[in-house]
């Protein structure tokens, strides 16, 4: 099977090496040099439009947004110029399901399928090929995604119609943002109390509050310091104010997750579009004139 990749930014370009290993892949990326140094290292060919990366069994998407993709389909160099009636786009942006809707909705006229499989589980998941992927497709349609998403991932599960995958994903980053807030502002106050940011984690990580933040991101990142910048706040605020506009939409009071969505937009304007998501911590910790490390 002949696949294209398109987007092989910080969570992409891992899951692209899968997918060379497996077999034919053609890559595109809108800074160049990006698709044409992955070419080389993984055995794959560089392309200078999406036109050429649509002209394949498969197409995957991994870019910042679903307005990025909608931006990509038209022109003579577009998406929509390259991809043969049968074939199929997988949308892996953590996206907004409106705009997938949308953009299933101009693939179908052209008899293109399409599904919304955003990924979790980081760019360590990623290059360890074991990302969470939750798909919104027709059943056929997951059917045949199936097998290729599987290329990097540990579990595929088809969680609704078109657009369900994004819902799902946007929510579960809502816990997420919501986690990293919480810890921030709890550890802090904790230290300022007397309690050490390690101590205050063990027992938590022993009891009711434990959470992947605690357990895992805040112990082997704020705490030691060493804080890769594997996922952009900008992507995570984008991700809140998805799920704060679905529960808008649903006719669901949310008044957590707006509020989560205001301060990471807050942060993200203070700290800029290349911050890390975990560097709201370190707004607490600047607030506060503590420091959890160490
Ligand atoms: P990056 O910022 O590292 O990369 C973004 C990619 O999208 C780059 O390839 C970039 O191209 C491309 N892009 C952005 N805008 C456009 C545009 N208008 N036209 C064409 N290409 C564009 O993001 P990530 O790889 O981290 O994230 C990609 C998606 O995956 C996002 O939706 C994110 O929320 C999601 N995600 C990320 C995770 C992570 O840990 N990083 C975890 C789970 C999901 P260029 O190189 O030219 O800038």
Redesign the pocket.
């Known amino acids: 099977m002949h696949v294209g990749f398109?987007?092989?930014?910080?969570?992409?370009?891992p899951m692209a090496a899968h997918l060379a290993r497996r077999g034919r892949l053609t890559v595109w990326?809108?800074?160049?040099s990006?698709a044409t140094e992955f070419a080389a290292r993984h055995g794959a060919e560089a392309v200078a439009t999406?036109r050429e990366a649509a002209a394949a069994d498969v197409v995957i998407t991994?870019?910042?947004?679903?307005?990025?993709?909608a931006?990509?389909l038209d022109g003579p160099d577009g998406l929509l110029a390259g991809l043969r009636p049968g074939a199929l786009l997988l949308d892996?942006?953590?996206?907004d399901p409106a705009t997938s809707r949308r953009i299933a909705a101009r693939l179908a006229e052209g008899r293109i399928a399409f599904a919304d499989a955003?990924?979790?589980?980081?760019?360590?998941?990623?290059e360890a090929g074991t990302?969470t992927v939750m798909v919104g497709a027709e059943p056929a349609v997951f059917e045949r995604a199936r097998p290729v998403l599987e290329a990097f991932s540990r579990r595929v599960e088809h969680v609704g119609p078109i657009g369900a995958g994004d819902a799902l994903?946007a929510v579960n980053?809502a816990f997420l943002a919501l986690n990293i807030l919480a810890l921030g502002e709890g550890l802090v106050a904790l230290a300022k109390v007397g309690v050490a940011p390690r101590v205050a984690l063990d027992v938590i990580n022993a009891s009711s509050g434990r959470s992947f933040v605690s357990e895992v991101l805040v112990p082997e990142r704020v705490l030691t310091g060493s804080w890769p910048r594997?996922?952009?706040l900008?992507?995570?605020d984008?991700?809140v104010a998805i799920a704060a506009g679905l529960l808008a939409q649903a006719g669901v009071a949310g008044p957590l997750v707006e509020r989560v969505s205001s301060l990471l937009g807050q942060a993200r304007a203070t700290l800029g579009e290349a911050a890390d998501?975990l560097d709201p911590i370190r707004l607490s910790e600047q607030r506060a004139g503590v420091e959890l490390r160490g």
Do not use: Q
């Not at 990326?29 to 160049?32: H, M, W, Y």
């Not at 991994?62 to 993709?69: K, N, P, Q």
């Not at 892996?92 to 996206?95: I, K, Q, R, W």
């Not at 955003?118 to 990623?126: E, M, R």
């Open positions: 398109l987007g092989l930014g910080a969570i992409g370009a990326n809108r800074t160049a990006r999406p991994c870019l910042s947004t679903s307005a990025d993709v931006s990509l892996c942006t953590s996206g955003p990924v979790s589980g980081g760019t360590n998941g990623a990302l994903k980053n594997a996922f952009r900008a992507l995570l984008k991700d998501y």
